[in-house]
């Protein structure tokens, strides 16, 4: 089976820098998603990582371990708009269905 | 437009009543997914079809039930509806191997409300 947690909810302010931590249990890893859902809409794609270490992409940056089964996801420089759900999610081996956690709440205040 | 088409956006609906929610994958994608979340939840797994075949079953109740098609569309079947069903149900594709970079993609979902 496959266990994923995350932190429920953070706070951060405008300009700074958040790191959400997910760590992961899985019978059959292929790769590890982060995925951005503002409230009532569909989930958007951030990173993949399916190699440890660090990728990054504009303000955001994903690190993977794969023998810790942890990631996390680094928001710099963060603005308003980025307050929204964040969903780390694990691809299984065997079938490429998505698991999701159950996401990290967000707020950025000014 | 994220290329998978889920319709009908929003659906009322009474107690005990059947509804057919339909998605149309992102063209060339072979594996459909689905996904409830309820108010304030995570994204709960239901089922994953690839190329008209099940793949994988997540906690999929028996009152629901879903299908792939030869054109690749898929439809997922909610019946003897209960107050708790109420959720948004979103569909994704895939090539098949969604370890590719965004590989998953993500319809806007539909809005199912029960009363």
């Known amino acids: 089976g496959q266990n994923i947690d995350q932190p429920t909810e953070m706070t951060a302010t405008e300009g700074a820098i958040v790191q959400i931590n997910c760590t992961y249990q899985t019978s059959g890893f292929n790769g590890l998603f982060w995925y951005q859902q503002h409230a009532g809409e569909a989930p958007t794609f951030l990173s993949y990582?399916?190699?440890?270490g660090l990728e990054e992409k504009g303000r955001f940056s994903s690190f993977l371990s794969r023998s810790k089964g942890y990631s996390y996801l680094l928001l710099k420089e963060l603005q308003m708009k980025d307050s929204a759900s964040y969903l780390c999610?694990?691809?299984?081996?065997?079938?490429?269905?998505?698991?999701f956690g159950t996401g990290t709440r967000l707020q950025v205040f000014p | 437009d994220s290329g998978v088409t889920q319709t009908p956006k929003h659906l009322i609906t009474a107690t005990g009543q059947r509804v057919t929610l339909r998605c149309s994958p992102r063209s060339g994608d072979l594996s459909v997914y689905w996904y409830q979340q309820s108010l304030d939840q995570g994204l709960q797994f239901l089922i994953q079809y690839y190329n008209g075949e099940e793949r994988a079953k997540g906690n999929i109740l028996e009152r629901f039930s879903a299908q792939q098609f030869p054109d690749l569309h898929s439809e997922l079947n909610l019946s003897s509806l209960e107050l708790g069903d109420s959720a948004l149900y979103f569909c994704a594709s895939s090539v098949g191997r969604g370890r590719e970079s965004g590989g998953y993609t993500f319809g806007s979902g539909t809005r199912l409300t029960v009363v």
């Open positions: 990582n399916v190699l440890d």
């Open positions: 999610a694990v691809s299984d081996y065997n079938t490429d269905k998505l698991i």
